[in-house]
């Protein structure tokens, strides 16, 4: 990996007493400038989250699906993409990924409301379904790894119209084991696809621990199959992650096929609001979990680099308790849709044969 | 105006749409060199090469699912399933995905492509090579589903399927591919989806039908006539979104309903059209809402007497029109 270690690399503290080579991402060209942009999308898709789940066990939002132990994996990837030009299909815990690639505070806070103007749905799908078309996110489905064949199918058509697009496909290990993953690497080996397949590996599929999910140690040992580089990368190593994936794409987008690449993270939360992890994790286990959290690790390595101050501390921490609190308000305070909406856009035109039900549409109100 | 079989007209709409539109793409099985297993797509990979005349591996959940990427990223595919039969392992992708992108992105992102599917039997297919799977896929809100009966119907209906916004399923019965001819104008005419056609004026019965069986009740129509029974053929020709008008307009006249398909009766695509029928015409009606539909069997079986048992044919029509004609 080419990625800096702060552990074995003495830290000046001042930027300035460096040379050019030292600097922290010198070697994958990142400036200071992105550094302290990746660590506030980490810092932001927790800030985000956390509240989510505040606002649930309050009562205010009936379900939530987290990306926390994810968001270093995902920022570091997504970080290696362009916006607004390649495409991404995300899965339900890739908040910092669509944070990353142009989805707000307000976006995502609206989709946990499921309000009118949610950009991933509209209020019509569970929260972490996430998508906006505004940004080449594409919406996010329940049954697992489906999205994968969405992304191959987008890098299909990017090689056959020449437009220099790469799509990226994430889920977890779980979700890994899906016929339509075998389905889509081939495929996309054969054609050598601008494709990247992320798996972020947390460990559990729900309860179901990775040992028996998957027969082998790692999800990317299964790339050879396919012929395609298989990458393993510490998830909570957001500049390594970003490594790996500027490599991934650089091949993908050079026409030399897709790379898989599996970072191993840790899942902070239960699967989902309606989950209780410690009815099958330990409370050992969760503890040693918490060393594997991108966020602290970042902030760390970036403290030890000079790159992150106090004062850049202390405003960050101030903007994104102002973000997270506007988003909030925000969505609350949105309508929500009109039962006399629901039936649009089943298809792109109304059809007179798709009436309404014999109740109409009523009032709106839960009656 | 030319004569040409079912399966020529729809090989010369791929071709006339590949040309017209080069974001359309064809993909499937055996789709390239060999120009399919029933050649509808003989000559295409020649004539606009290998990238967009796709042969995949055996894998139809990739081919629906790298079709739904393949029209968010601005193309129109047109995928053939090689057999309707197969296209099982692609429903999670058809029911799931292509059918809900556009609701459940509140209209965000839409899905412009076609998945074409021989199907039906007839021809000695048995069990895997003999399904009629409409109505698992009719049942889905966001999909459309089309079932041309002639090579003018195939024609223009699958030019106004490549260049719809949403996902079509275009299932074409494969007994009628050689069998079939008929007169397909020139032009660039076009069949609107979701509007039935009345082939048989009549009075006293109506049969509605579509695909294969839309011929066969042409052929009991004309059988009933020698005993004075007048019939009016529908031939539904899209089967979702489903042309209500004609259907409750044709057997508001006439008071008697049978309609035909070939799959299985139970819960079958007829047995919504007999619930509709008998929801919003039921004063007119005068006997019972009939069907004619393939026994409740898991398959077509091969030997040809069971074959000939199973299939629904104009004899059998003949037979439930003269009951209802009865009532």
Redesign the interface.
């Known amino acids: 990996m080419a990625a800096t270690d702060p552990a074995t690399k003495p830290a000046t503290g001042r930027r300035s007493g460096r040379t050019v080579a030292d600097r922290l991402g010198a070697d994958m060209g990142l400036p200071d400038e992105d550094l302290l942009g990746m660590y506030r999308m980490v810092a932001l898709a927790r800030a985000v989250d956390e509240r989510m789940w505040i606002l649930n066990r309050a009562g205010r939002i009936p379900f939530v699906i987290s990306g926390q132990g994810h968001e270093g994996a995902q920022v570091g990837v997504t970080w290696a993409f362009q916006k607004d030009h390649d495409?991404i299909?995300p899965f339900y815990r890739s908040i910092a990924m669509c944070l990353t690639f142009g989805m707000t505070a307000r976006d995502i806070m609206l989709a946990q409301y499921a309000k009118a103007s949610?950009?991933?749905?509209?209020g019509?799908?569970m929260p972490g379904?996430y998508?906006?078309?505004r940004h080449n996110l594409?919406?996010v489905?329940?049954?697992v790894a489906?999205q994968?064949?969405?992304?191959?199918?987008?890098?299909?058509?990017?090689?056959?119209?020449g437009?220099g697009?790469v799509?990226l496909a994430a889920m977890g290990e779980g979700s890994s084991n899906q016929?339509?993953v075998h389905?889509?690497l081939?495929?996309a080996a054969?054609h050598k696809l601008p494709f990247v397949l992320l798996i972020e590996n947390n460990g559990y599929a729900i309860s179901v621990p990775a040992a028996m999910q998957v027969s082998v140690p790692d999800v990317a040992m299964r790339a050879a199959g396919y012929g395609i580089p298989g990458v393993v990368v510490d998830g909570s190593d957001v500049l390594a992650c970003y490594a790996v994936a500027k490599t991934a794409v650089e091949r993908a987008r050079g026409g030399e096929g897709p790379t898989l690449i599996e970072a191993k993270v840790t899942r902070l939360t239960g699967h989902s609001s309606d989950d209780q992890q410690t009815k099958y994790r330990t409370e050992e286990e969760l503890a040693a979990e918490k060393g594997r959290d991108a966020l602290p690790r970042f902030r760390d390595q970036l403290r030890a680099a000079g790159v992150l101050t106090e004062a850049i501390e202390a405003s960050l921490a101030e903007e994104l308790t102002a973000i997270v609190h506007d988003a909030t308000e925000f969505a609350e305070a949105e309508p929500d849709p009109e039962p006399s909406t629901a039936l649009?856009?089943?298809?792109?035109e109304d059809?007179?044969?798709?009436g309404p039900p014999p109740w109409g549409f009523g009032d709106g109100s839960r009656g | 105006m030319a004569l040409m079989t079912f399966i020529e007209a729809i090989r010369d709409t791929l071709a006339e749409e590949m040309r017209r539109d080069e974001a359309v793409?064809v993909l499937g099985e055996d789709v390239g060199k060999k120009g399919g297993v029933f050649l509808a797509t003989d000559g295409l990979w020649a004539e606009f090469g290998e990238?967009?005349v796709i042969d995949?591996?055996l894998?139809e959940?990739?081919i629906?699912?790298?079709?739904?990427?393949?029209?968010?990223?601005?193309?129109r595919?047109v995928a053939e399933i090689q057999f309707a039969d197969f296209i099982h392992?692609a429903f999670?992708?058809l029911v799931?995905?292509a059918a809900?992108?556009?609701?459940?992105?509140?209209?965000?992102?839409?899905l412009p492509m076609t998945i074409r599917a021989p199907y039906g039997g007839g021809v000695h297919g048995a069990l895997y090579h003999s399904q009629s799977v409409e109505a698992f896929f009719t049942h889905v809100?966001?999909l459309?589903v089309v079932v041309p009966s002639t090579p003018h119907d195939a024609r223009g209906l699958l030019r106004s399927s490549i260049r719809?916004?949403?996902p079509v399923l275009f299932f074409e019965h494969k007994k009628m591919y050689r069998s079939v001819r008929g007169d397909v104008p020139d032009g660039d005419f076009v069949v609107p989806l979701?509007r039935a056609r009345v082939t048989h004026p009549g009075s006293q019965v109506t049969v509605i039908a579509y695909g294969l069986m839309a011929h066969y009740a042409l052929e009991a129509a004309d059988r009933v006539a020698e005993d004075g029974i007048s019939v009016e053929v529908v031939d539904l020709r899209t089967l979702?979104?489903?042309?209500?008008?004609t259907v409750l307009t044709s057997v508001r006249k006439t008071g008697k309903c049978l309609i035909v398909y070939e799959d299985n009766r139970f819960g079958g695509y007829g047995a919504e059209v007999a619930a509709i029928v008998a929801e919003e015409a039921f004063d007119y009606l005068d006997g019972p809402v009939t069907r004619i539909a393939g026994p409740d069997v898991p398959g077509v079986p091969y030997n040809h007497v069971l074959e000939d048992w199973f299939m629904v044919d104009p004899q059998k029509i003949v037979a439930g029109i003269r009951k209802l004609a009865a009532y």
């Open positions: 495409w299909a949610d950009p991933s749905s509209g019509r799908q379904h998508g906006d078309r594409l919406s489905s329940s049954p489906t994968i064949l969405h992304a191959v199918g987008i890098a299909l058509a990017a090689k056959i119209r437009t697009q799509a016929g339509d389905e889509a081939n495929f054969i649009r856009w089943v298809y792109a059809w007179p044969s798709e | 793409i990238h967009r995949t591996p894998t959940s990739m629906v699912g790298a079709s739904i990427g393949a029209a968010v990223n601005g193309l595919p392992p999670n992708q799931s995905e809900r992108m556009r609701y459940r992105s509140n209209n965000a992102v839409g809100p966001g459309k719809d916004e949403d979701g979702r979104p489903l042309d209500k008008d």
